[in-house]
């Protein structure tokens, strides 16, 4: 099965600062890649998520890029704001149906 | 449009008895996955649900068990509670047909004790 490993665990920066959060994963089978934002006491929300045949997707001030020879996945946040803080997950389903996710990287932004 | 709805949001059982928690999905998606998710870690694959049948199960024992009814809104039922099984349980809806773009609902946070 799809194992997916996230870097860093806990990432705090200046608002305004950018913050990059980066995975891995095993699975070459895989081609889909989600990124999920979960606030205190709430489900996992989708934000943004690429798919393996672009190499990078933007959404305002979240941006994902994706490097499947390297089997990597990064989550670009420009322009931090308070709002930001929560937990990240990152995720990848592999060749079967279910998501595999990472273990998380809990952001905060800094006023 | 509503979003994918979960119930009960709290729970609190007593180690041995058995829990149904409910799960619709997000209007026109077919697929049910549930997740646990313990505090600090991302959430773990339980089993998912299309057609009224479970199509894949991931590494929990035969105590977790769920259903899909033929309006595509699910259960999951657990027996013989743990102390273990406190978590936050997720459902998440999805189309089969594109199997990507999984909505969660709010979860429901099962405390045993």
């Known amino acids: 099965g799809e194992n997916v490993e996230q870097h860093p665990s806990t990432l705090s920066v200046q608002e305004g600062d950018s913050a990059v959060i980066k995975c891995t994963y095993s699975?070459?089978?895989?081609?889909?890649f989600p990124w999920y934002k979960q606030e205190l006491g709430k489900g996992p929300q989708l934000i943004i998520d690429?798919?393996?045949?672009?190499g990078e997707k933007k959404d305002q001030r979240i941006a994902v890029t994706l490097n499947k020879t390297a089997k990597h996945f990064s989550l670009h946040i420009t322009e931090t704001q308070p709002e930001d803080s929560a937990v990240y997950f990152c995720?990848?389903?592999?060749?079967?149906?279910?998501?595999?996710f990472g273990a998380g990287t809990t952001v905060t932004v800094r006023a | 449009d509503a979003g994918v709805t979960q119930s009960p949001t709290h729970l609190i059982k007593t180690r041995g008895q058995q829990v149904t928690l409910r799960c619709s999905p997000k209007?026109?998606?077919?697929?049910v996955s549930w997740y646990q998710q313990a505090l600090g870690q991302g959430p773990q694959f339980i089993f998912q649900?299309?057609?009224?049948?479970?199509?894949q199960r991931g590494n929990f024992p035969d105590r977790f068990s769920g259903h899909q009814f033929p309006n595509y809104s699910s259960e999951l039922n657990v027996n013989a509670l743990l102390l273990g099984d406190s978590a936050l349980y997720l459902c998440?809806?999805?189309?089969?047909?594109?199997?990507?773009?999984?909505?969660f609902g709010q979860g429901t946070r099962l405390t045993v004790v």
């Open positions: 998440a809806s999805s189309l089969a047909s594109t199997n990507t773009e999984a909505f």
């Open positions: 699975d070459s089978a895989s081609n889909y």
């Open positions: 690429i798919r393996s045949n672009v």
């Open positions: 995720a990848a389903p592999g060749d079967d149906y279910k998501l595999s």
């Open positions: 209007s026109g998606h077919d697929t």
């Open positions: 649900y299309y057609e009224e049948e479970e199509r």
